[in-house]
């Protein structure tokens, strides 16, 4: 799809670029905890009236005093212009660039200092039944942008009865085999309109990111309630924004 917003944090100094439109069909998506159990996957609700020129945004971001520019919405890759924006953040801005959040179906990509990769499951065909995509080619990916030095941050989503234990493991042990100290959160599920699946409970979260930590050095979990995940803006000021364009 496309970019249709501009966000900007006075405190931290970075401005987020938000996409419209996904390549995962991911049936337990948190956007639906905005668009309810029939929104689609990875689509932000409402649907924008309109989309960005590339040239608008570049023009917003010289306005601004800007230290990292991220990527956000749905998978912030299916965007005709990441390409050019991320070789005007680096050669014209010098500023740093990561996605905020990507489901890692294109990184690496050139101009682009990170990521942070959501990883759906191990199993082959839980993660085709999941995102309706093959688990071979994102796995690589990963892999291959740690290769040419990107800054990887991956989580993965616990969902019980889907995303089981046993798949989060999985995920920690294969990304051990890339690197031990690569950053790995554990996200716990949070029930979504129209899914039968339970958010985990606090002592399933601590078994999790107990088994995960046999493999890795740095892990980490969170457990958030849809109220808060509805009001971050409230609870964490980096989600504090202002919207520019």
Known sequence: MAFYKITYNEKYC??????????????????????????????????????LKTEEIKEALRKLPIKNLYFMGGEPTV???????LRFA???LHIG?????????K???????????????????????????????IFANVAAAHKVGMNLKINVVYVPGLVDLDQVEDVAAWLASVDKDIPFHIM????????????????QMMMAENLSQRHLQ?????????????????????FAVTRIL
């Open 14 to 51: 970075f401005a987020t670029v938000h996409n419209y439109g996904c390549t995962f069909r991911c049936p337990t998506c948190s956007y639906k905890l905005h668009s309810g159990p029939s929104g689609k996957p990875g689509l932000s609700f409402p649907a924008p009236k309109q989309y």
């Open 79 to 85: 965007a005709k212009d990441l390409p050019e924006i």
């Open 90 to 92: 680096k050669e014209e």
């Open 97 to 105: 660039t990561r996605l905020g959040h990507t489901n890692g179906s």
């Open 107 to 137: 990184i690496p990509l050139p101009f682009l200092d990170g990521a942070n990769v959501g990883l759906k499951a191990w199993d082959e065909d839980l993660h085709r039944t999941i995102t309706g995509q093959e688990r071979n080619q």
């Open 188 to 203: 716990g599920y949070i029930p979504v309109p129209g899914q039968p699946y339970p958010q985990p409970t606090v002592e």
């Open 218 to 238: 740095n892990v980490a979990s969170s457990r958030l309630e849809p109220d808060h995940a509805l009001s971050l803006s409230e609870r964490d000021d980096r």
